[in-house]
């Protein structure tokens, strides 16, 4: 089979476009998960001193 330099183009740019994709889709699943990550140990920070200041009390 023959393939034209359009076809390999095409073909290579849509490799590459997936590779990047994903790529880009890794990176915000991975803000994403930072974000809600600091929220929630935030959140239990501050569960935990207020636990504490009341087993004090």
């Known amino acids: 089979m023959k393939y034209g330099k359009k076809d390999l183009d095409s073909y290579t740019n849509k490799g590459s476009n997936k590779v990047i994709r994903s790529f880009a ?14 929220v929630l ?13 009341r087993w004090h009390i």
């Open 25 to 38: 889709s890794l990176l915000i699943v991975e803000k994403v998960l930072f974000k809600v990550l600091g």
């Open 41 to 53: 140990s935030k959140k239990f920070y501050k569960l935990g001193i207020l636990c504490s200041k």
